[in-house]
């Protein structure tokens, strides 16, 4: 079988390089574009040809979501990194290093079941971890099919579409990354002076509400079930002492300063997911919702973790959400 990718990679690091406004607008529009097109034809073609696999790749990144259909399949296979249709102007910005957290987060997801060859650039194969939203269908065919189910791909429109690899036999789920050398890394292009003095966008401003009081409840990680009563004595020691001071730098950091009440909820919601502790959480939650938090404010800081934390945070967000 050979490997049909039918969108291109990008929408994580282009959604990424726009927030801190770095993005080239062409590349938003296309990504953009992309994202709002079904795979629907792409899966009624697939299905017309006798496609043996698929799957459709999102926050996983490429190399998470063909590991797994590898892994399941008892193969391992191989991509031609220059063969992976990219978004314009992705290229440029992991040359720069603009590249999202999440990238990070499924390297330690499937990292291991990845084989690079030495020859390419870790900027090219950290572009391969990128997550993706509403990205393509990974698609597995017979080789003597995918002749004909690409063009038909492309003359429904579904340019983009390309054999990324191929099956090179039985294995264990490795995923060796090649290339033929065609295409290179461009130099890192300096910010321009408007968006070195511009401030990065922000999202929108959420209401300001009156500092409350804290509560004696102190969220994580230190001992928030105990930490409403006097911390205990230990026999002649001073960890007693040193929780006390902890709980109460804890307390400090929370109360307001130069960001109100409000603006530091959203932020411990955020990171809360972002580095998915349940007991914070639900803390965190129960007392954005006493400041008046609307469920789309709730959902708009926990996003903001999500982009660091990737889609391990998104499953835990939303399990909990639902619970």
């Not at 803390?283 to 391990?312: N, R, Y």
Request: hydrophobic content about 40%.
């Amino acid at each position: 079988d050979v490997l049909v990718l039918t969108k291109p990679l990008g929408t994580g690091i282009v959604a990424f390089a726009s927030q801190i406004g770095r993005a080239d607008p062409a590349s938003v529009k296309a990504s953009a574009q992309s994202m709002i097109t079904l795979n629907k034809t792409a899966s009624q073609l697939m299905v017309k040809f006798g496609a043996h696999a698929c799957t459709d790749v999102t926050g996983f990144s490429l190399c998470g979501h063909l590991s797994e259909m590898a892994l399941s399949s008892g193969v391992d296979v191989e991509v031609v990194w220059d063969n992976i249709p990219l978004f314009p102007g992705v290229l440029e910005c992991a040359a720069a290093g603009i590249l999202p957290g999440a990238i990070e987060r499924n390297k330690e997801s499937c990292g291991e079941r990845i084989v690079a060859v030495e020859s390419l650039p870790q900027e090219m194969v950290d572009i391969c971890y990128d997550a993706q939203t509403s990205g393509g269908l990974l698609i597995a065919i017979a080789q003597k099919d995918a002749g004909d189910f690409l063009k038909a791909l492309q003359d429904e429109g579904i340019a983009a579409a390309a054999i990324i690899g191929k099956v090179s036999g039985k294995g264990t789920g490795l995923v060796h990354i090649t290339t033929d050398g065609t295409r290179k890394i461009p130099s890192p292009q300096p910010a321009k002076p408007d968006e070195q003095s511009a401030p990065a966008p922000t999202e929108p401003q959420l209401q300001s509400a009156p500092a409350q009081p804290q509560t004696d409840e102190v969220p994580c990680c230190a001992d928030a079930v105990s930490s409403s009563g006097p911390p205990a004595k230990g026999d002649g020691s001073d960890i007693a002492q040193i929780k006390s001071k902890f709980i109460d730098f804890l307390g400090s950091a929370s109360a307001p300063h130069g960001l109100d009440a409000y603006t530091k909820q959203a932020m411990a919601i955020a990171l809360s997911v972002a580095l998915r502790c349940e007991p914070c959480l639900k803390i965190h939650l129960k007392k954005a919702k006493e400041k008046g938090f609307t469920q789309d404010e709730i959902d708009e800081a926990a996003w903001m973790g999500i982009s660091f934390g990737g889609s391990p945070t998104m499953v835990f967000y939303e399990q909990l959400k639902n619970s």
